[in-house]
Each structure stands twice: as C-alpha cells, then as structure tokens.
C-alpha cells in the first residue's frame, strides 16, 4: 500500500469519506447522505457505490465491520468506518481545497470593482 | 408479480454480472440498498427516475468492478513474480560493462565478430564461399547457430547474465525471420502461454510458489533493466544489415557494409559503457539507424560500383520506402522493452 495519499482524490471518493467522517454508517447511510451533503448534485447508483467501497476498503481508507445497532428490517447489516489513513487522506484533500479557495479569493480581492 | 419483486428479481440476475469474490462480498448488501431505494423512491413517486439512475450507473459500476478484480490479480501476480525473483538469496549479478572494458568487450563480442564476419565475407571471401551466401538462410541458419546458440544456452543456465541477451535476440529472430518462417507463431504462442500460466499460478499460490533458482535469476535479470530487452532486439543487426544490403553482390560491394558494421559495433559498445537508460536506449537507435541508413548509401552508389562507389545515384522510391519501414520498424521494436516504464499512469482512486 502506498505511504502517502492520493490527491486529488476523485469527487466520489472525497464524498464517501466526508460522509464517513461524521459516524459508520451502512451502505444506503452513505448513499443518502452523499445526496444531501451534495444538495442532490452527486448521486451514486449502487454499483458506483459498492466499486468505490471495495477500492477504499483495500486502500485501507476505511473499515467494515457488523452493524452494532441492527434494526428489524436488516439481515446481517455491515457499516463502513473512516480509518485513521481516511481521515489523514480527507484532511490533506481538505488542505488542498482550501488552499485552492483562498487563491481564488485572493484574486477576486485584487480584481478593481 | 408486483413491481419491486420484478425489480429484486431484475437485480439479482445484474449481481450475478459482477466478478464472483465482488458479488460474494457486497452482493447483500448492494440488494439491500437497492431494495431499500427502490422502496423510499416508490413512497415518495419518483420510482422511475430511481431506476433510470440505476440502470445507468449498471455498465458503469459493471465494468469498473470487472477492471478492478483484474487489475488486482495482475498486480498480484506481478508481485509475487517479484518476490519469486528476490535477490535477497541469490548471488549479486555479474558485473555489466559500464564497470569494466573487459566486460564491455565481451557484451560487444557477438556484434564484433559478426562484423569481422560480414567485411569478411563481402570484401575477401574466402576461395569455398558460395556466391550470394547472404541470401541462403541454411548456411546462415549454420553459422547463426554455431555462433550465438552456446553463447545463450550458456547464459540462460547462468541466470542471463547481459552478453547473453544480443546471442538469444539472434538466435530467436533467425528461427523467426529466416529459415522456417511459420515457427515464430508456435515460439511466441508458447512463450505467452507459459508467461501467463506463471502468473495465474503466482497470483494463485502466491505465497508457498518458489522458482527455482535459475528461473528467478532469470526473472531478476529481466527486470533489473528493460533496455536488455532492447539489447536483445539489437542482437538481430546482422541480419537486419543482410537484408538492407540484400541486393548486392560480393564481387561490387561498395564499402558503406563495413560502415553499417562498424555503427554496429559502434551502437553496442556505446550501449555496454553507458551509464544512463536514455543514453543506453539512444546508443542503439543510432547503431540502428547508422547500420540501415548505410545501406541507403549502397543503395545510391551501388551501381556505379566498388571503384565509384561516392557517384551517388537516385534510387527508386520503392526502395526508399522500404528501408524507412525497416528501420522504424526496429527503431519501435527497440523503444517498446522500455514504454511500459515510462507510461505508468497517475494513480487516483
């Protein structure tokens, strides 16, 4: 596995881990979640979804494991946690976000009104 | 049936679509999901865009997941072909010529007596040498084998050491290019088909499957540096220089032959003493180049004769033609050992 992260890391991925980053969450959590976080913009389908999860889960960017809460509808629920690697990998594409923002603001300052 | 059962249904013959290990995996759970969507988007009147959505995103999430699986056993197998090619237990490689002149001649050995060979028996034959020798792939094929078939046997039982590379590249373009045209097919099938068992053996068993020491000094040889591969290819001159020169006589030779020898030995030396991949690949496209385009001169002399051999004449275009086909096809044929290196593309997941 790779010591350092991949940046920029593609839209899919950075939301999946945004969402993760509050709480575990299961398979259809995340996938509503991502939708609302987007403002309805970015809405996978389940196989985009469980792709991204696979490549994740072996990049060890994030962990499975059986839901500790599981409701009467679900049959053997897994949840998705952010691992410490995820959580490094989101805040260093966190860092280069902003950095890419305050450029962009520090030029729209500059501009003459 | 109702609709969300047509519509279980529907998606369990897509899981069945996905690698085994993958559907195996998540297939539940991508059930599930898609269960518990089909069910909000019918509660809320907006099934049909749900599984609009999902229809599309089907090919996509299809293909990637398929991509993936092979990408992995690919990596995994060349992993495990890696680690089967440790060095960690194997004597250091033998020492290449850029640390050594002695070592350098004896990589340029095969170039250098096949140019003695080539001035030889175009400028002074000998009294038993048939006219148009360069054209008779047995007494070629004879002296091929007598010359470079030892050389590389002997390098294959001591791990391919690099003056064994140039003696296999003209051992295997002579079987392919000269005599028996047809077994080149049956070598490159074979060679495929046992590089590829390996791997799906390696990525299979990749833990307990050891090499033997042999074959992974071999591996380790290949892999130490790609331009070997080139210098494998480049091994074939000789008789990429036949067939350039291949219409002249002995007896009207003009002396641009001894020329493309000499960039040939000129290209392997270059090669052998370089320290740098570039300056290594570089050597032998220009050893190529100058041993082709040589030809080129014979081609524009050739008919005035050995005594007026600089009244250039205009050749025709065909020829022309064929002469740059040949020599890019080498030019490509050398550069391509060396492209996967430099094509790794960026990694994002």
């Known amino acids: ?113 | 049936m109702n609709l969300p059962g047509a519509l279980d249904r529907l998606f369990r013959l897509l899981l069945r679509a996905y690698p085994g290990d993958f559907s195996e995996t998540f297939g539940d759970e991508m059930r599930s999901v898609f269960l518990a969507g089909a069910g909000d988007a019918s509660a809320e009147g907006r099934l049909g865009r749900f599984f609009l959505r999902e229809l599309a995103d089907a090919p996509r999430g299809l293909v990637r997941a398929h991509w993936y699986g092979w990408r992995q056993k690919w990596q995994t197998g060349i992993r495990a072909l890696r680690a089967a090619a440790s060095p960690a237990d194997l004597p250091p490689l033998p020492p290449d010529g850029q640390a050594s002149w002695t070592q350098a001649i004896l990589e340029c050995g095969l170039f250098l007596i096949t140019a003695l060979l080539l001035t030889w028996g175009t400028y002074a034959p000998p009294a038993g040498l048939a006219p148009g020798w360069q054209r008779d792939p047995v007494f070629l094929g004879r002296i091929v084998t007598l010359l470079a078939l030892p050389v590389f046997l002997i390098g294959l039982a001591r791990g391919l050491p690099r003056w064994a590379y140039p003696a296999g590249g003209l051992v295997l373009a002579h079987t392919a290019l000269g005599a028996v045209p047809g077994v080149w097919v049956f070598l490159a099938a074979n060679l495929f088909a046992g590089l590829l068992l390996l791997l799906v053996a390696l990525a299979a068993h990749p833990d307990p499957f050891r090499l033997p020491t042999t074959v992974r000094r071999i591996g380790r040889s290949l892999v130490t540096d790609p331009t070997r591969l080139s210098f494998a290819l480049y091994g074939t001159l000789p008789l990429v220089i036949l067939a350039a020169f291949d219409n002249g006589f002995t007896d009207s030779r003009t002396p641009y032959l001894a020329l493309a020898a000499a960039s040939m030995v000129a290209g392997a030396l270059v090669y052998t003493r370089a320290g740098g991949r570039g300056v290594r690949i570089g050597a032998l496209l220009l050893g190529t180049a100058g041993a082709v385009w040589a030809s080129w001169l014979d081609v524009t002399a050739f008919s005035a004769g050995l005594a007026g051999w600089t009244a250039f004449l205009q050749p025709g275009p065909a020829e022309a033609a064929w002469l740059l086909r040949l020599w890019l096809t080498w030019c490509a044929l050398l550069l391509a050992p060396t492209l996967p290196s430099l094509a790794r593309p960026a990694r994002r997941i």
Not at chain 1, 32 to 39: H, I, P, R, Y
Not at chain 1, 56 to 85: C, E, F, H, M, N
């Open chain 1, 1 to 113: 596995m790779p010591n350092q992260p991949e940046i920029p890391l593609t839209e899919t991925t950075y939301f999946i881990l945004l969402s993760l980053s509050a709480r575990p969450m299961h398979g259809y959590a995340i996938m509503k979640d991502v939708e609302a976080l987007s403002g309805g913009r970015v809405a996978f389908g389940t196989g985009t979804l469980y792709g991204a999860l696979k490549r994740l889960l072996d990049q060890g960017w994030i962990a499975r494991s059986d839901d500790p809460d599981p409701d009467d509808t679900a049959r053997d629920r897994k949840v998705y946690v952010l691992t410490r690697r995820g959580r490094q990998a989101l805040e260093t594409e966190i860092t280069r976000l902003e950095s890419l923002l305050s450029a962009a603001e520090l030029r729209a300052a500059e501009e003459p009104r």
